[in-house]
């Protein structure tokens, strides 16, 4: 059994089918890139595994169970890590009271303060524990949320663009932190805008489009594929048509 | 760290103010000239402060869950009142005939515990919007406000209190009996109300309360609560169950709602519907949101003031044009509240001005 | 003759609290399912229609033209309170209910002060008429009638014209809609005085069969605030019909049972129930049942 599978997954806001009937699944250990244009579903859909969203229509299996609908806190304890697309840090805390959220669960004291140090160490963060969040840059704080969801020792990473509004060194430096975190046995999922940072990344490629999955495969075959190249440029076409009937 | 230590460092935590030693050196000095108020104030003064302490409870009650939880309640009062009722019909039966105050006070605080324990359970499992609560709760508040102004009949007895419609509990003595102040039978101890010893007991149970909140609201849990506030969805990716943590706090602050309705029974001897109305309803948001919803401290601080000026103001007609007005216009000018605006302004001022000394140097 | 008689109470009851939860939370919840804002200076608004409407009236002006200045009144006074302090608060919608809820406090109080604790009423026109020997009232007729246009004219506003495309635009998402060219303030403040001026009209058209006073508008508000619970705010007109419909129901047969009390008991009681089985209330339940079955 695979370590994730979706299974005709649908949700509609109104009108709006955000996410429409996909089927998705992921091996242990895997890492992969989901790309597609704006409001292609991608957010929804990281919304429907951790279970913030109930779907409308379709099952949802994770480590063999059936956790369709099981509570965000529940899947989030049997291991899904997420970064939303929003950054969702607590401006007004400090970045140690931030990572203290995911870390008290089972931690305190003197191992919670290693656990801090070491995880801020690994996220460029070091020094800036008594720092408040606010006061951080653009980056820095994309890199403490990343390093909240992976306070939570998760089996399945999902990162919502996680390099939005990162300059280019930065960006690289993410990717290496997804490789090493990779590297270590997590499953990743990473949606993401930036086609560099997707090539950097280097793993199969999943495309959403209107809420479907509208290719899948190898990173070489999804750049190659007219189609997906269509669907980019298409988007704003389409977009352009609208807005002039109004 | 010790057992002594863990509590005091989260009595200055970062979720409120007054981290500074001036701070508390200033919070010693006004507990003792509180302490020492029967010393220099006249008895109707007094009686009068005590009434003013009994606000505090309910202030901290929505400080607590719209201030730091980001709920907001507009029917704290119906935790007030029944608090106040529940303890008024236990008392007459139990504290008159039995002398059992503890009794009497546990069932004033378990019945709203309840009530906010089933409309909790039934508005934050379904996950209902913010505002949906806040407008429930008023329904909820007006509608024990009809139900007990339709209580004058003769059926409306439990044991031996009559409901009294809209005289209330106790309202007229003599063939109905009133609710009772605290009496303990173990050393014959008794708060009456219009006594030195009811004075301390609220300001003592006040100040406990302030400082006990403020524990609270530093432990993990209040981080929890202000993570709830700034963003559920992402606190729930973070392991934590909102719907349960929402439930729990809103239990609290029913607690410490209720507080504020026994004392003020057990004060006064008497409770009516109008302490369910919309007045009893808006004070507390009128105080709350005037001082600074985010800060215990300017919770507790501007309910005094504004109680003590509602005070001034009735001998006027302009008493609630002129709180809507103050809360309108703090809303407007200083959203976060005058206090906490006066002191995030100052403390940015200081910060200023060091910088400048700085750069002089 | 006996059954007869109970029917036609049972219905004639039906229609009044249907009209009076419609007429009391059209407004209401056109401002919430546009804004998400509840305004929680309504009962004001629909005093100040109720208060024009008298004064009106004993200036001599026909009853009905005095209802419709009732509803401008309350119009204009919604724009200009929109304007002021409103506007401030889109976006935060828990300090607008706070901030609506000084309103609130300033126009009731306001009013107490200046015009005191009452002031006239305005007769009840039209006479009544006799079914099986007891007697109703024509002008609650009417007013049901009045209610069941005004929910039809919504949804005919919605629907037809161009406000209605725009303000629907702005509705479903307001980001989208400035970026075609809406001018979404424009179209909150037209809502927002639409929603006030149906207040300040139905406060008018009841205000003919009560007393007026200061807190004229606080005894509607609650069961308002039901009705727009209930309702939810996915689908405005939908949610407004499902909603008084259902709370209608079970508020009558309550109400014909047992007292008045246990009528609102019964209807908040049904609201929590609902808000337990469809937490975004009906219409967002009959949009996502809608989407099912176009699917199908
Ligand atoms: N909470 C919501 N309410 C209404 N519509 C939503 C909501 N969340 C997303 N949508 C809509 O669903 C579609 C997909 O959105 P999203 O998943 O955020 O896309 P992406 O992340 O791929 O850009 C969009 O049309 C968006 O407007
Ligand atoms: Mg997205």
Known sequence: MPLLEVKNLSKAFGGVRAVDGVDFSLEQGELRSIIGPNGAGKSTLFKLLLGSIKPDKGKIWFRDRDVTRAEPHTRAHMGIGVKFQHLGVYGDLTVRHNMQLPLQHSLSGEAMDAEIARLLERLNLAGTEERRVAELAHGQRQWLAIGMALAMRPVLLLLDEPTAGMGPEETRETGSLVHSVHEEGVTIVVVEHDMAFVRQLGAPVTVLHYGRVFAEGSLAAIEDNEDVRNIYLGASRTMAVRSRRH | ?361 | METISFIVGLLYQYADTIALLALSAIGLIIIFGMMGVINMAHGEMMMIGAYITSFSYYAGIPTALAVIFGGIGAGVAGMVLERLVIRRFYGQLLSSLVATWGLSLILSQGALLVFGQLIQSVPTPFGSFTVADLSYSYYRVFIFLVALVMIAGLWGLFRFTRFGVRARATMENPRMARALGVDTTRVYALTFGLGTMLGGFAGGLLALTSTIGPFYGMTYTPQAFITVVVGGGAEVVTGLLASVLSLGAIKTIFMNQTNILLGHVAMLVLAFVIIRLMPSGISDWVERRQVRVRER
């Open chain 2, 1 to 361: 760290m010790s057992v002594i230590q863990r509590p005091l460092a989260l009595l200055v935590g970062p979720q409120e103010m007054g981290r500074t030693w001036y701070f508390w050196v200033g919070f010693v000095i006004v507990i003792g000239v509180g302490a020492a108020a029967p010393q220099y104030l006249g008895r109707f003064d007094l009686l009068n402060l005590a009434n003013f302490l009994t606000s505090i409870f309910l202030a901290l009650s929505l400080c607590l869950i719209w201030g730091f939880c980001g709920i907001l309640s507009l029917g704290q009062a119906a935790f007030l009142g029944l608090g106040g009722y529940a303890y008024g019909v236990a008392g007459i039966n139990f504290i008159e005939s039995h002398g059992n105050t503890w009794a009497a006070l546990g069932i004033g605080l378990a019945v709203p515990v309840a009530l906010a324990a089933v409309l909790g359970f039934v508005m934050f499992y379904a996950r209902l919007k913010g505002v949906y609560v806040a407008i429930l709760m008023l329904v909820v508040t007006l509608l024990f406000e009809t139900f007990l102004n339709q209580t004058a009949g003769q059926g409306w007895f439990i044991g031996d209190a009559h409901l009294g419609g809209n005289n209330g509990l106790g309202r007229f003595s003599g063939v109905i009996k009133r609710p009772p102040s605290f009496i303990f039978s173990e050393g014959g101890i008794k708060f009456l109300g219009k006594s030195y010893a009811f004075f301390y007991l609220t300001f003592g149970l006040a100040v406990l309360c302030y400082l006990g909140l403020r524990i609270m609201v530093n432990s993990k849990l209040g981080f929890v609560m202000v993570a709830i506030r700034e963003d559920p969805e992402r606190t729930e990716a973070l392991g934590y169950d909102v719907r349960l943590i929402q439930l729990i706090v809103f239990c609290v602050s029913a607690l410490l709602a209720s507080m504020s309705g026994i004392l003020y029974v057990s004060w006064g001897r008497f409770i009516t519907p109008d302490v369910f109305g919309v007045y009893n309803n808006i004070l507390p948001v009128i105080w709350v949101a005037v001082a600074g919803r985010k800060s215990l401290t300017a919770t507790v601080i501007g309910t005094l003031v504004l109680v003590w000026m509602s005070q001034r103001l009735t001998e006027t007609d302009y008493a609630f044009v002129v709180l809507g007005g103050i809360l309108v216009g703090a809303m407007l000018l200083l959203p976060e509240g005058v206090i906490t605006g006066i002191v995030d302004r100052s403390a940015g001022l200081r910060a200023r001005l060091a910088a400048r000394l700085r750069a002089r140097a």
